[in-house]
């Protein structure tokens, strides 16, 4: 198929509230199949709620996560897939036999599990494991791949998936409207969430600006530019536990242009067609074709140590 219409969505994800989290992911799929899409993309453990899971003991978060395929939330998936035939991505917090715990990301179609991917480097809670391996998967004739939230800022993973094969990455987040080093980042306060309807103008300032779409467009459009991949990113509109979170979901091609862009300050989705001749145009098929790989292998390979953990537990506990 040389052509694929997708969705990415935004939605506000209530804490632990499964049933309610599906419900509009039922009806955001359903609205993406009246626009003509085959896929919808919906963000980083959108099923359970995210941020929360920071207050979660080890016992309270292995109550709330489940085995994949057979837990109640991936079966809801797979109804919800087959009743409207849209393929749907989610995110979900797992569980395997061992009770070691993982932010996962699912691809369901009908009633079949087609992908399942772990997150690379794991935050909010000292109890989720890391996953270790990339995953390249088929959707309607497309090579796919899925980097959760901070997979994406470590740039080797988005190189990486695209050198397996990936002509179309889903990058679900929880992310933006946080303190960082860079000028002008920090949250953004919940009054304005509040307050969304006597004074959009000044929430939307913030979600616009430095703390959040200011601080994807640095970053977002050159992931797909430089590997020239298509991007589908997503992410939460509103509160997630005390964090607000300013939406943005887009999906970009492998120019690094902005296809479609969620704008509004609710529930939302939006759609793109993607076309296979773009893949071969950008700038970044010419560049991985240009790639020396024995200059920098030996660079790449050198190891190191890791301050993923340190630095999360040090901005998490603030």
Do not use: F, S
């Given at each position: 198929m040389t052509t694929l219409k997708i969705a990415a969505t935004q939605f506000e994800a209530i804490n632990g509230q499964v049933e309610h989290n599906l419900n509009t992911i039922e009806r955001l799929t359903i609205e993406a199949r009246a626009k003509g899409c085959q896929v919808i993309s919906f963000h980083e453990c959108c099923v359970q709620g995210y941020t929360y899971a920071k207050y979660l003991s080890r016992e309270e978060l292995l109550d709330v996560a489940e085995?994949?395929?057979d837990g109640p939330i991936t079966k809801r998936l797979m109804d919800i897939s087959s009743s409207t035939g849209v393929t749907i991505l989610a995110g979900l917090f797992e569980k395997d036999e061992n009770d070691n715990i993982y932010n996962t990301y699912i691809c369901v179609q009908n009633s079949n599990l087609v992908a399942k991917f772990r997150k690379l480097h794991p935050f909010i809670s000292?109890?989720?494991s890391p996953g270790n391996e990339y995953v390249i998967f088929d959707l309607f004739g497309w090579k796919c791949g899925i980097l959760i939230c901070y997979d994406n800022n470590v740039i080797e993973n988005v190189r990486a998936t695209t050198l397996l094969g990936a002509e179309i990455i889903f990058m679900p987040h929880v992310t933006g409207c946080t303190p960082s080093p860079m000028p002008g980042r920090g949250f953004v306060d919940p009054a304005l969430w509040a307050n969304k309807e006597s004074d959009p103008v000044s929430l939307r300032q913030e979600f616009d600006g430095p703390k959040g779409r200011g601080w994807l467009m640095r970053w977002l459009p050159a992931r797909a530019y430089d590997n020239g991949v298509y991007v589908v990113f997503t992410n939460p509109i509103g509160m997630d536990h005390d964090q607000l979170k300013c939406g943005h979901s887009m999906i970009l091609d492998p120019y690094g242009e902005i296809l479609a862009e969620c704008h509004s300050l609710e529930s939302e989705i939006c759609c793109s067609t993607l076309v296979?001749?773009?893949?071969?145009?950008?700038?970044?098929?010419?560049y991985r074709n240009a790639r020396r790989p024995e200059l920098y292998n030996p660079v790449f390979s050198q190891p190191h140590e890791s301050t993923l953990n340190v630095v999360w537990l040090k901005e998490d506990r603030k």
């Open positions: 085995c994949i395929p000292q109890y989720l296979k001749d773009k893949l071969r145009l950008a700038g970044g098929y010419r």
